[in-house]
């Protein structure tokens, strides 16, 4: 029987505020364990929770560019488990009325769009992490991460294959950097997703049973987790067996899903308001300011820079993909108003080095400005476009500028008429069959006498100008 899947997703995405969810400790990665706790973070009693506003804004920045309707009136609400890196016992999230309510994000598949329906989008804190000795000899908690601001974004089941997950995720990730409220850094687990997948006969309506994916954190890795799991209920199901609901973790080196646990109903979990909060009243005046701060987004920024920069829907597409990229192009061509060959050198010599040494676009050791003085020397004539391609990865790691490095390698272009009549007049006299040949109405050999000037050249001539002194030779 042939089955199809059906997917939602959840993503949990870190907030860029400077301070907890509700107290005033840093949210810096990487820092020595509970070293950015309070009584707050540890769930001490007579605590009390203060809820940061930059938080509350982020998100509704975010529900805005989502498409979400905005509940006017929200509120947080205890969710009940016990896990050693939770100290209260509970987590504050939002259950009932999320902050954010439906909306929608358009994505391209295959060159086609779809639109994925957002069922909603709720602030919660996030929980520590426990470390487990190598060898099993023991775990740690470290609540450094405990009470960091999360916004966590779910879809209805929209999606149907791993590819519609990936670029769900990707269009997700790209928004939400854009917007500046989340760094999409997988790695240190500030954008998080966690896929349901199920799957059906194919042309029945009715779900199947579901299953959590967790312990994803890159996008091959969803890729993977979803095509192995599909798979895997497809083989259950046709063996005659049952899919149980349940939490299962994605195994990078064996390369498959394995349980980690029952999945919970919202029951289990015996949510209530939180006491210690007040509900959140989102002010329609404030929230229209909060709209006004919305920057470009991804799918408006393609479109400006296919038509005003008359691009190629593959050159637009991997420039706007990065924030940091697309700023970088744009500031080059305010230096250097030729957008086609700045996309060139951007998408080309700068994005191999940045992925090479894994730099972001903004910490590039080459500036806008120092590119564009390259690309200058070569507009000029006062170097080739070869000699500066090759030239570009010392300009990456040296530091130096352009015109330091042109000098010290001996790479000035020569286009004087004079040294250029000297070598074409050499190679003619060198080559006397190729000269005949031309004249008799064979042109392709100019390429050849073109190289032999360039080469006694050692590749200092200007080739433009060759061609046209050799013409001028060769007709004499």
Not at 384 to 407: I, M, N
Request: glycine share 8%; net charge negative; charged share 25%.
């Amino acid at each position: 029987m042939a089955y199809e899947p059906v997917i939602g997703v959840e993503v949990h995405a870190q907030l860029r505020t400077q301070t907890k969810l509700f107290c005033g400790c840093a949210t810096s990665f990487g820092l020595p364990p509970n070293t950015q706790v309070c009584p707050v973070c540890l769930g001490l009693p007579g605590s009390l929770p203060v809820l940061n506003q930059r938080a509350v804004e982020m998100a509704v920045r975010t529900g805005l560019a989502l498409n979400c309707d905005m509940t006017p009136a929200n509120q947080f609400a205890r969710k009940n488990y016990f896990y050693p890196d939770l100290p209260k016992g509970y987590q504050i999230s939002q259950y009932d009325l999320p902050i954010c309510g439906p909306g929608w994000l358009e994505i391209s598949v295959n060159g086609k769009t779809k639109r994925v329906r957002i069922m909603r989008a709720h602030l919660e804190e996030d929980a520590g992490k426990n470390v487990h000795d190598e060898g099993g000899d023991g775990s740690h908690v470290d609540l450094n991460r405990a009470g960091t601001p999360l916004l966590e974004i779910v879809t209805e089941p929209d999606l149907f294959s791993s590819e519609e997950v990936d670029a769900y995720l990707k269009t997700l990730r790209d928004l939400l950097v854009y917007l500046d409220v989340c760094d999409g850094n997988m790695e240190q687990g500030s954008f998080r997703c966690e896929p349901n997948v199920s799957i059906r006969p194919q042309g029945q309506e009715k779900l199947g049973t579901k299953v959590e994916l967790k312990n994803i954190n890159s996008f091959r890795y969803a890729k993977d987790a979803l095509d192995y799991e599909i798979n895997r209920q497809a083989e259950v199901l046709s063996d005659g067996g049952m899919v149980q609901q349940e939490t299962r973790l994605w195994d990078v080196h064996k390369g498959q899903t394995a349980v980690m646990r029952s999945k919970e109903g919202a029951h289990d979990y015996r949510y209530f308001p939180d006491p210690d909060l007040l509900p959140v009243i989102i002010d329609p005046e404030w929230m229209e300011g909060l709209r006004g701060t919305i920057p470009e987004l991804p799918a408006a920024r393609l479109r400006r820079f296919k038509q005003a920069y008359q691009l190629t829907e593959y050159d637009a597409t991997i420039l706007t993909n990065s924030k940091g990229l697309a700023d970088y192009f744009e500031a080059c061509v305010k230096e250097f108003p030729h957008p086609k060959t700045v996309s060139n050198w951007v998408t080309g010599e700068l994005l191999r080095e940045l992925n090479l040494s894994s730099t972001e676009p903004e910490s590039s050791p080459v500036s806008p400005e120092r590119l564009c003085e390259l690309l200058q020397l070569v507009d000029s004539g006062t170097v080739s476009l070869k000699a500066a391609r090759e030239l570009f990865p010392e300009l990456y790691t040296t530091g130096k500028t352009p015109a330091q490095l042109v000098e010290e390698k001996g790479l000035l272009q020569v286009s004087d008429e004079g040294s250029l009549t000297v070598l074409i007049k050499e190679v003619l006299v060198q080559f006397p069959s190729q000269v005949e040949q031309f004249r008799g109405g064979k042109e392709a050999v100019l390429g050849f006498l073109v190289g032999q000037v360039m080469k006694a050249s050692k590749g200092t001539a200007n080739p433009g100008k060759v061609n046209e002194l050799l013409k001028r030779s060769l007709s004499s």
